[in-house]
């Protein structure tokens, strides 16, 4: 697993929970350590240990915890770099779910060596919408629930989201758009502000 989804899992703790939840989680895992470096690669078994340790100590199920780090990876501060990417894909909420297609790409762009699973996005009618997520990382649909749903309060939009199941291999999310400006989105400009 890359660095930077284990250090993104590190972070989220860190931030919703407290260093003591995360020293706590990585004993528990019999890490040997209790800091992800970004750029390393790691066993996918030592994500699955963390997983399974934060999933013990908080005592909530797996699918809830990745869909709280899908969305603090797009609202909390630490993260502005990851909403500004996922921005880049359309002024409104309808152009960002339609940008999705290319996300794997966009992000290996930015880091050659993160995967991440294709993302297929399915138009059932202008506010109905499936998003097929392909195997390849475990629990991406559960982060991506909740990326879908910060995105849509970033863009001011009400949508209603679910998981549909299974279609093949790929998780099927449904997406309905109830209200595409529902309540003003947060300020976002694609230039960065420029300090003098």
């Known amino acids: ?3 930077l989804i284990n250090r993104a899992i590190q972070s989220f703790v860190c931030a919703t929970y ?7 989680v990585t004993e528990a895992a019999d890490l040997g350590f ?8 790691y066993d996918d078994d030592v994500t699955v240990r963390v997983m399974d340790a934060l999933c ?13 780090l899908g969305t603090y990876l797009v ?4 993260m502005e770099d990851l909403r500004r990417l996922l921005r880049f894909g359309g002024v409104t909420y309808v152009e960002f779910l339609h940008s999705l297609d290319d996300l ?14 294709e993302l297929e996005l399915r138009e059932v009618n202008p506010m109905e919408y499936q998003l097929c997520c392909h195997p390849g990382l475990p629990g991406f649909s559960s982060v991506m629930v909740g990326v879908l749903r910060a995105m849509a309060d970033d863009y001011g939009a009400l949508a209603m989201l679910s998981h549909d199941g299974q279609e093949g291999e790929a998780d099927v999310i449904s ?3 109830v209200e595409s400006a529902f309540a003003e989105g947060r300020h976002f400009d694609l230039g960065r502000a420029s300090y003098d």
């Open 34 to 41: 209790a800091e992800f470096e970004a750029m390393l690669v």
């Open 175 to 177: 997406i309905v758009l």
């Open 56 to 68: 013990a100590d908080l005592n909530r199920p797996r699918a809830e915890i990745l869909e709280d």
């Open 1 to 3: 697993m890359h660095g």
């Open 18 to 24: 407290g260093q003591s939840c995360w020293l706590r």
């Open 104 to 117: 794997s790409d966009r992000v290996r762009l930015a880091v050659s060596d993160l995967s991440l699973p």
């Open 75 to 78: 609202s909390h501060p630490n």
